[in-house]
């Protein structure tokens, strides 16, 4: 948590010293008392506070404020709250949230005529950050993708992140410190542009991944206490969270896998099928027969759905195929035929009998 912490203070200090000029401490100040997920009391401010005051005030407001997002929390992560340091995802359609609390849903940002510092391309799926506003937006953002979508994201690099259903992307805009910095938690297939002279950084719960131009795809769901890493292109190195001297590096073609309770902590290195770890980025659901029960989550991510078993012995049967995202009702009746189960299904409910 210290680190983590460190880290964004230093993203807020260099930010804040780039843009001094433009930094709204009157906003920011304002933004105390505004609504958030925070237990702020209210309190008399007197009119002649010093404005230095104010500034660290407001700086201080961000970091607590943003630590809804940033922060590693004491509560236990759950299926409503998915958390990393506080990085909560937020429900609803696909949305981005700013540093100043401000909520923008993706699929109405053609009706807002406030100006953001991006474009939206929706036969694209493509969330593009423009960096030829650097000089005039600067700020945190966080990007909290839908249960059953999936949302490609340009950032201002042009690295492409591709990010799966529930997953949530964190970063500073612009970058800053000379540091390609994202904070993330889910699953995401990430295709960085090459920049040797600033590295590219990915911060989860478990790991960190440092790459300087590559193509891997990488996940760390709360709920899954593990977190994988699978390169396709380039090299990264594979880090347990706070300990960079201790790391792997991979080659094309190699998955790391990090149990974070095996002996404090162990990596595996394996191979692994890209068509089938990958298929997600393409809207299609890869089941190499496993057990239902691991894989329920992803099925019930993927297709935005919530399944009930009537017999728990349903959850052992082992399921094989590729299916589509938008072919919801051909998966349930395939499951039909393929087990001879009874299966009814209203709205995202899905009971199995």
Do not use: C
Not at 160 to 166: A, D, H, P, Q, Y
Not at 190 to 211: A, E, G, Y
Not at 325 to 338: C, P, Q, Y
């Amino acid at each position: 948590m210290g680190d983590d912490k460190e880290r964004l203070m230093e993203v807020l200090r260099e930010s804040v010293n780039r843009k001094k000029e433009l930094f709204d401490d009157e906003r920011a100040w304002h933004a105390i008392t505004a609504k958030t997920t925070l237990k702020i009391s209210e309190r008399k401010v007197s009119a002649r506070i010093l404005p230095a005051f104010r500034f660290v005030a407001a700086v201080s407001f961000l970091i607590v404020g943003l630590g809804l997002f940033l922060f590693l929390d004491s509560e236990e992560h759950t299926s409503v709250e998915l958390s990393v340091w506080g990085l909560k995802h937020e429900p609803g359609a696909t949305n981005i949230v700013f540093d100043d609390g401000e909520k923008v849903f993706v699929s109405e940002l053609f009706k807002k005529r406030k100006p953001f510092p991006f474009r939206y391309d929706s036969a694209k799926e493509l969330l593009a950050f423009d960096s030829r506003l650097s000089e005039k937006w600067f700020g945190l953002v966080k990007i909290s993708v839908e249960r059953g979508k999936l949302q490609r994201v340009l950032l201002p690099d042009s690295s492409l992140l591709t990010v799966n259903s529930e997953s949530v992307l964190a970063f500073s805009f612009p970058f800053v410190n000379d540091r390609r910095e994202v904070f993330f938690s889910g699953e995401g297939l990430f295709d960085v542009s090459k920049d040797k002279s600033i590295p590219f950084v990915l911060n989860s719960n478990l790991n960190t991944v440092r790459v300087l131009g590559t193509r891997f795809n990488f996940r760390d769901y709360p709920l899954d206490s593990l977190a994988v890493t699978s390169l396709v292109e380039g090299s990264v190195k594979v880090e347990k969270k706070g300990l960079e001297d201790n790391g792997r590096v991979l080659s094309p073609g190699n998955q790391s896998v990090y149990f974070p309770t095996k002996g404090g902590g162990e990596f595996e290195i394996q191979d692994f099928e890209e068509s089938s770890v990958l298929a997600w980025a393409d809207n299609k659901l890869a089941l190499n027969g496993k057990p239902f029960r691991e894989v329920l989550s992803d099925v019930e991510r993927f297709y935005d759905l919530r399944f009930h078993f009537r017999n728990p012995q349903h959850l052992e049967a082992e399921i094989i195929g590729v299916f589509d995202r938008a072919e919801k009702v051909e998966f349930l009746e395939t499951l039909r035929i393929m087990k001879g189960w009874k299966v009814r299904y209203e709205g995202k409910r899905v009971l199995i009998e």
